[in-house]
């Protein structure tokens, strides 16, 4: 059943846009955001009772991607449980009602699309209200996509904001409309993909933990994968692609060795040169006097 506690917004380190409804109006008369538009869009970590009853529908595909925990979904149509690795796409004009699991609360990443092309996307990908929980062929390009919708939204509310921001929805829901579910995938191309949004993200420290939510995976399970796969713990990866970053930016900039730093996500340069001298020898400052 639906709880009565259930919350729509406010969780810690929570990131939500919403555009405001004038502007809505606005943006769908214009080229390209008329056919599809991102309206809200927002990232929920451990979302603990996050939820929504819509018992009017709204006009707006619902897109919820989660990448740890699990959820749910209930319609007429029936409940359905939303896994790590899946994602949730509800219908425009569908009753519906969603929310985190109590015991294992989700993290999300979700939209609301709007738009002439919505009816395109829910056609090729043979959406209906009973079919709404689809597997995520690769999470790893999702999630940067939506990170990509949300850093675009953040900016401002521009027209060419609001166009990038469709460009990368618009990339997403092509992935997500074209791709039959996968179910637990191939685990080289898991790894591979997961290698992937490492190096798309060498600025920032990303947990092996959040890796493997993504990837379906107990962390224990992804270490040994990756490990097995790479030949290098996951940990150790990451920081190989972080220092080869900081060694190009030392080599063809003048930046400080702090500033080099936080370019490649360390917010402590001390602790990034004992890194860097972990990994190639000698220190920032040393390296580049003798480069």
Sequence with gaps: ?????????????????????????????????????????????HAEHHGWIRTRPIRQLVLILCVRGQGWCEAAEGRFTVKAGQALLLPPALA????????????????????????????????????????????????????EIIRWMERDTTESSLVHASGAAWHLMTSLASSRPSGAGNTQDMVERAAEYLRDHVNRRINVSDLADMAGMSASHFAAVFKKHTGVPAVTYQTQLRMASARGLLDTTN???????????????????RQFKKIHGVSPTAYRRHD
């Design 255 to 273: 930046q400080t060795v702090e500033d080099v730093a936080h370019a490649v996500g360390y917010d402590d340069s001390f602790y990034f040169s």
């Design 1 to 45: 059943m639906v709880k009565p506690e259930l919350v729509a917004d406010g969780f810690p380190g929570q990131r939500m846009l919403v555009l405001p409804r004038p502007q809505v109006e606005l943006a769908l008369q214009r080229p390209v955001t008329r056919n599809l538009l991102v309206t809200d869009c927002g990232y929920f970590p």
């Design 96 to 147: 519906h009602s969603y929310g985190a699991d109590a015991a294992d609360p989700w993290t999300v990443w979700w939209a609301h699309l709007d738009g002439s092309s919505v009816e395109d996307f829910m056609r090729i990908a043979a959406l209906t209200p009973t079919s709404v929980v689809r597997e995520i062929p690769d999470i790893y390009a999702s999630v940067a996509l939506m990170e």
